[in-house]
């Protein structure tokens, strides 16, 4: 089992950005692919950005060119740069990973609060 553990999050008002990290036990270039996952307490958790191995990205229309995800393998940190936030984007954020078996991994999860 490999530990994830997020951090980063906070409240950010309407338009400012945050960068969550998820530091992993394990090497972030050792997984199929590593996401991040935010559930709310209304709505389930839904993927919110994805990267491959190959380092190849994808995200959900909702946040589409204002997040950005990415790896740091010389320390084993998974990034979610979140820009321009809106209040919508409140949520509980998840770091997830997969191994090549599809062995899943999540962290504890941080708290993100848009709010003015």
């Known amino acids: 089992q490999v530990a994830l553990v997020e951090s980063g999050g906070g409240l950010v008002q309407p338009g400012g950005s945050l960068r969550l990290s998820c530091t992993s036990s394990g090497r972030t270039d050792n997984f199929y692919y590593m996401d991040w996952y935010r559930q709310t307490l209304t709505e389930p958790r839904a993927l919110v950005a994805r990267?491959?191995?190959?380092?190849?990205?994808s995200y959900a229309d909702s946040v589409k060119g204002r997040f950005t995800i990415a790896r740091d393998d010389e320390k084993n940190i998974l990034y979610l740069q979140m820009d321009n936030l809106k209040p919508e984007d409140t949520a509980l954020y998840f770091c997830?990973?997969?191994?090549?078996?599809?062995?899943?991994?999540w962290g504890q999860g941080t708290q993100v609060t848009v709010s003015s």
């Open positions: 990267i491959t191995a190959l380092r190849t990205t």
């Open positions: 997830h990973a997969n191994d090549y078996v599809g062995k899943e991994s």
